[in-house]
C-alpha cells in the first residue's frame, strides 16, 4: 500500500518567517511529486511540482525532493497570512494513469 | 475556459437515494479523475479515466459507478446512498502524462447522506 505522510499541524509561523512543510512517501519508485494548496472550503489548486533530486524554486516557494531518504519538502520564504491553508503533498507514480496518492496535509496558520 | 466544472455544488440525500455528480472540462484532457475528501483528510481516489470509453476503479470504489462517453465529461453515480458516502467530492482533469501531469480540479461538490 503506498503512503504519503505528511504532520496534520496545525504549523504556527509569524508573518515573514520561513515555513516548512515535510512529507515522507513509501513508494521508492515514485517518480514525481506535487504540492497542492488548499484552502478551507475550496478545492486544492498547483503550487510546485518537483522531480529531480535537489531543490526547485518558484517565487518565494522552494520544493526539495531526496528520493535516497523518500523525502520532499515545501519552504515558503517571507511568509503571509494570505498563506494560510492546508497544504497536501501527493505522489505520482510510474505508469499510464496520472494517479496521484495524496497525503492528509498539514495546516499552516501564518499569524500577523 | 471554464476550466473544471462539477454541479451540484450541494446536496443532501436520503439514505437508499441515488444521484449523478456531474463532471465536464473544457481543455480536452484525456485524464479524468473521482476523489472523494473527508473532513481532515486527504483526497481518496475513486474512479479514473484514462480516455473516452476507458474507466478503472481507484482507492475507494465501492458503491460508486462512473462512465466516460465522451472527452469532456465524467458523471459519477451513486447507487443507494449512505452515511458514509457524506463527503466532498472533487473531479479532476489533466493532460499529460508524465510529471508534468498537473491535475486541474473542480469546485467540488458537498454531499449529505442522512
Known amino acids: 500500500q503506498k503512503e504519503v505522510e505528511q504532520n496534520s499541524g496545525p504549523l504556527s509561523v509569524p508573518e515573514g518567517a520561513i515555513a516548512s512543510l515535510n512529507c515522507t512517501y513509501s513508494?521508492?519508485?515514485?517518480?514525481?511529486f506535487f504540492w497542492y494548496r488548499q484552502y478551507s472550503g475550496k478545492s486544492p489548486e498547483l503550487i510546485m511540482f518537483i522531480y529531480s533530486n535537489g531543490d526547485k524554486e518558484d517565487g518565494r516557494f522552494t520544493a526539495q525532493l531526496n528520493k535516497a531518504s523518500q523525502y520532499v519538502s515545501l519552504l515558503i520564504r517571507d511568509s503571509q497570512p494570505s498563506d494560510s491553508a492546508t497544504y497536501l503533498c501527493a505522489e505520482q507514480g510510474g505508469g499510464a494513469t496520472n494517479k496521484l496518492i495524496f497525503g492528509t496535509g498539514t495546516l499552516l496558520a501564518v499569524q500577523p | 475556459n471554464a476550466g473544471v466544472t462539477q454541479t451540484p455544488k450541494f446536496r443532501i440525500l436520503k439514505i437508499g437515494q441515488s444521484m449523478t455528480l456531474q463532471c465536464a472540462q473544457d481543455?480536452?484532457?484525456?485524464?479524468m479523475y473521482w476523489y472523494r475528501q473527508d473532513p481532515g483528510m486527504g483526497l481518496k481516489l475513486i474512479y479514473y479515466s484514462v480516455g473516452a470509453g476507458i474507466t478503472d476503479k481507484g482507492e475507494v470504489p465501492n458503491g460508486y459507478n462512473v462512465s466516460r462517453s465522451t472527452t469532456e465529461d465524467f458523471p459519477l453515480r451513486l447507487e443507494l446512498a449512505a452515511p458514509s458516502q457524506t463527503s466532498v467530492y472533487f473531479c479532476a482533469s489533466s493532460h499529460l502524462r508524465g510529471p508534468r501531469g498537473e491535475q486541474y480540479f473542480g469546485p467540488g461538490t458537498r454531499l449529505t447522506v442522512t
Open positions: 513508494d521508492r519508485g515514485s517518480q514525481s
Open positions: 481543455m480536452n484532457h484525456n485524464y
